[in-house]
């Protein structure tokens, strides 16, 4: 039975804003390992199914897909985030901790 992972994707290092995370993604779990390839050196997989992501608007659209294809899945949650509001002035309060 084919394996897949269905996740939130984090924001990544190189951004500051949210775009790209409010979306679930299924992905397909390897199903054989990878090697290098003995003319060029690249790596590569026979399976081409580990390039395929799949992009819902909610869990249940990801989870019902998986399910009409009959996939086995597994859900892995996304960490709650608390934004803490910031002021630049905050820098310059004289009952600020110092460190």
């Not at 050196?41 to 399910?67: C, I, P, Y």
């Amino acid at each position: 039975m084919v394996q897949a992972r269905i996740y939130r994707p984090a924001k990544t290092a190189m951004q500051s804003g949210r775009r790209g995370t409010r979306k679930w993604v299924l992905e397909y779990e390897p199903a054989a390992s990878r090697s290098p390839d003995p003319l060029m050196g690249w790596t590569s997989a026979a399976d081409t199914l580990n390039e395929v992501h799949l992009l819902f608007a909610t869990l249940g659209e990801a989870t019902a897909f998986a399910e009409r294809q009959g996939l086995s899945y597994t859900i892995i949650q996304p960490h709650t985030f608390s934004e803490k509001p910031k002021s630049y002035a905050d820098n310059f309060r004289y009952d600020r901790v110092r460190e």
